[in-house]
Structures are given as structure tokens and as C-alpha cells.
């Protein structure tokens, strides 16, 4: 692994350079005997990628290592937990793609999912810096040749275009950073040229495993075409490094605001305190946190997945106890769209009033009075 701070600090270095064979692996960690079996075993079935840089923030002999679990394969991910009987029936159609939700809002433009009535997400590309090992989309990582080209580019901004309900678009992937800066501005002056979209939104985690992407070009040429807003992915505290916040303090002062949406992953952040320091970490580097989501219902990542009761105590801990706005909005992803979970406050109601509680469980008794016709 190359010492030069110059490669390093170099994003396209860090690309070619990711470690996608268990020999590349080996030159940066400690593998013990049981990852390397899972290594092998797994691989058959769901593709390995991660970035130097990523990998660099591993403690190297640490098996429960956070990013360890999130970057490094499992042999947990070959254990099929859920079984088609136990889905509803609108379910069960998508349960041999790998991810039962994967067919809501497909089209016939390969590269648009239109679930919602006045927004779309729009694939870039299937790759990603690093491989998460809780990915909803893991089955296709790095299998399909999905690195779309410029037709299929140019017929998901022709649906875009053609459909004026539609105000905001949502790049995706893979990470949709992974492309170069000129494929990107492409996208985004063509969308800016539709009237009816008003504003574009980036999903990526690059800030995370890739943040030696962030440079100044990309962020003077994404500054032409706002408003753009950016959601990343920061699961863990040892996440937000000196890099991570640099990368985050580039966009925002390319105007682009910045907002978190975590997973809930068992082992790794299902516990107040370490729910608490990241939130904490974020807002000390300017990050909104937006979303905490329940971990998706998908073949191979399942024993990342927590009971909701873990994610509301979670909740509940966080409300009162910290910053109102360092709260995420705790949701699960169901074919329904995403459903807010929340602790009830509300605990008991009568003629005229409402019974309410704080976070201390102190209660209120409030006059709710309403005209009647």
C-alpha cells in the first residue's frame, strides 16, 4: 500500500486501488480464519469491494470492529433467515430478487424507480467506493453492467421530462459520485433544463468511504446547478474522521446542504450511547440527521437487523436528552413507502382534553376544545 499522501488524497487512486480479492484484504488487516472462509463462501453469492481509506479505519485485530462488520464479509450472510410464508401476499412476488421491496415503482426505463407521485429515483450506476455489507441492494452490486450509458441516460431524463408532476429527483446507485465529474454536470444540466424539477438530491456515501472525492472542482461545478441537497450515511462514530468532516465542509460551503440517514444495525449502533455520540458528531460537523432506518427485510443482511422495540428506546433516549434537531425521524421501509415509527406522547384523550407526556414521563392534561358542527 503506497505511503505517497499525494495517491492517497488522489479519489480515482483510491478506486483503483480498492481491495476486492482476499490477498488485497490481507495487506491491510489481520483476517482471521473464520473471514476467510466467509470470504471465500460468500463471494459466490455477493460481491466485495472496499477503499483504502475505508479499510485504514479497522482496528486490524479487532473482529467487532463497526466498520469492520459493515465492510469486511460474514458468513451470517448465507444464513436465509426469512422464508416466503412468513411475508404478506403483495410481498411475495419479489422475494427471489434478494429484496422483497425491490419492484415497487419499477418502469420500463431501466434506470428509474417512480414510487412516490412527485419524485423519482434515478440510477447512475451500480458501483459503489465500498461494498456495505447491510446494503438493501447487495445482489446487485457490482454484478450487472449497470454503469448506465448515455442512452439509458438520456431515456431517464426523456421520463423525467415527459411527466410535469414530477418536481424532485433523487440520484442514486450504486453511489452516483463514482462517476466522473463531466458524466455528473451532464445529468444535472439536462435536469436543470426541465422546468417542473425543482430540486435534485444526491444520495451517496462517498463522505464516508470515499471522501478524497469531495474536491474543489466537483464542488464548483455542483454549485452551478442548485438547489442540490445531499443525504450521506454515517453509521458509526469512527466514521466522522478528519477526512470525512473536510469532504462535508467542501459542500456546505458550496451551498449544498448536508443531511444523514443512518441504518439501525445490530452490533454496530443499536445502542443509546453510540446513537448518541454520532448524532452529537454530526451536528458538530454541520450534518442534519435526517433518517434513522429500520434495516430492510433482505436476504443476506438480515442479522444486521434489530427488533423496532430497539429503535424506539433509541428514540425515546435521544427525544429530551439531546438537541431537538439531533433526532432523526426513525422509519421502516414497508411496499407502503416509508412508515414513521414514533414513541407515543399521546396517552390518553376525553371530552375536551388530551393527556400528554414528556420525555421524563411527567404528564399533562390539555384543554382540547374544538367546535363541533
Known amino acids: ?34 473471514e476467510v472462509e466467509a470470504f471465500q463462501k460468500v463471494g459466490e453469492r455477493y460481491s466485495f469491494r472496499a477503499t483504502p481509506y475505508y479499510l485504514s479505519l479497522i482496528e486490524k485485530d479487532n473482529p467487532n470492529d463497526p466498520i469492520r462488520l459493515q465492510a469486511i464479509p460474514s458468513i451470517k450472510e448465507l444464513d436465509d433467515i426469512f422464508h416466503i410464508d412468513q411475508l404478506p401476499s403483495f410481498h411475495k412476488s419479489g422475494v427471489d430478487s434478494e429484496n422483497p421491496l425491490w419492484k415497487e415503482g419499477k418502469t420500463d426505463v431501466a434506470c428509474i424507480v417512480h414510487r412516490y407521485p412527485d419524485r423519482v429515483l434515478f440510477y447512475l450506476t451500480n458501483l459503489c467506493p465500498t461494498f456495505c455489507r447491510h446494503c438493501s441492494r447487495k445482489i446487485r452490486a457490482g454484478r450487472e453492467s449497470m454503469v448506465s450509458d448515455q442512452a439509458l441516460i438520456d431515456r431517464g431524463i426523456a421520463y423525467i421530462a415527459e411527466r410535469p408532476e414530477i418536481r424532485d429527483v433523487l440520484l442514486s446507485g450504486g453511489d452516483p459520485l463514482t462517476v466522473s465529474d463531466s458524466k455528473l454536470e451532464y445529468v444535472l444540466s439536462r435536469l436543470r433544463q426541465i422546468p417542473h424539477v425543482q430540486i435534485i438530491r444526491i444520495g451517496t456515501r462517498i463522505p464516508v468511504t470515499l471522501p478524497q472525492r469531495i474536491t474543489p472542482e466537483f464542488c464548483q461545478m455542483i454549485k452551478k446547478y442548485h438547489p442540490i441537497w445531499i443525504n450521506t450515511h454515517f453509521n458509526h462514530p469512527n466514521e466522522i474522521t478528519s477526512e470525512a468532516k473536510l469532504a462535508i465542509e467542501r459542500l456546505l460551503e458550496a451551498g449544498v446542504p448536508v443531511g444523514n440517514q443512518s441504518v439501525l444495525l445490530k452490533g454496530i449502533n443499536d445502542s443509546v450511547e453510540v446513537m448518541k455520540e454520532l448524532v452529537h458528531k454530526l451536528l458538530i460537523a454541520r450534518v442534519r440527521p435526517y433518517y434513522l432506518y429500520h434495516a430492510d427485510l433482505v436476504r443476506g443482511a438480515e442479522h444486521f437487523r ?68
Open 306 to 373: 434489530t427488533s423496532i422495540n430497539v429503535g424506539m428506546h433509541i428514540i425515546e433516549s435521544l427525544r429530551g436528552h439531546t438537541t431537538g434537531f439531533a433526532v432523526p425521524q426513525y422509519v421502516i421501509c414497508t411496499p407502503l413507502g416509508k412508515t414513521p415509527l414514533n414513541p407515543n406522547y399521546v396517552i390518553g384523550t376525553g371530552p375536551g382534553y388530551i393527556v400528554l407526556r414528556n420525555y421524563e414521563w411527567r404528564t399533562w392534561k390539555d384543554p382540547d376544545r374544538h367546535e363541533t358542527t
Open 1 to 34: 500500500m503506497t505511503t505517497d499522501p499525494t495517491a492517497w488524497d488522489d479519489w480515482r487512486w483510491q478506486l483503483a486501488n480498492s481491495a476486492t480479492t482476499l490477498e488485497a484484504l490481507k495487506e491491510q488487516l489481520n483476517i482471521t480464519p473464520d
